[in-house]
């Protein structure tokens, strides 16, 4: 996950709406499915995928209340610390 393009979705989406994020994961997810992708080319799938997610999941805790900068830092250490373990 790459957190300057963390920081660029979530504005994106308290620019427009999360509708639009959640509809490209579901067509990047789609695209997954072509037989003809190259692993290079599902792993950039896969990153976007996972950077949009974890917009959301930024994006969530910043309507709950949390602080951007808190929010993301919340996020950037759960996932450092998922990649530990």
């Not at 067509?27 to 997610?53: A, F, H, Q, R």
Request: no cysteine.
């Amino acid at each position: 996950m790459k957190l300057p393009v963390i920081k660029h979705l979530i504005q994106f989406i308290e620019d427009n709406d999360e509708d639009y994020i959640v509809e490209t994961i579901e067509t990047l997810e789609n695209l997954t499915e072509v037989p003809s992708l190259k692993d290079e080319e599902l792993d950039v799938v896969g990153e976007l995928i996972s950077n949009m997610y974890g917009a959301i999941e930024v994006h969530k805790m910043i309507k709950e209340g949390t602080p951007k900068k808190e929010a993301l830092n919340t996020f950037m250490k759960r996932v450092l610390g998922s990649i530990d373990n």
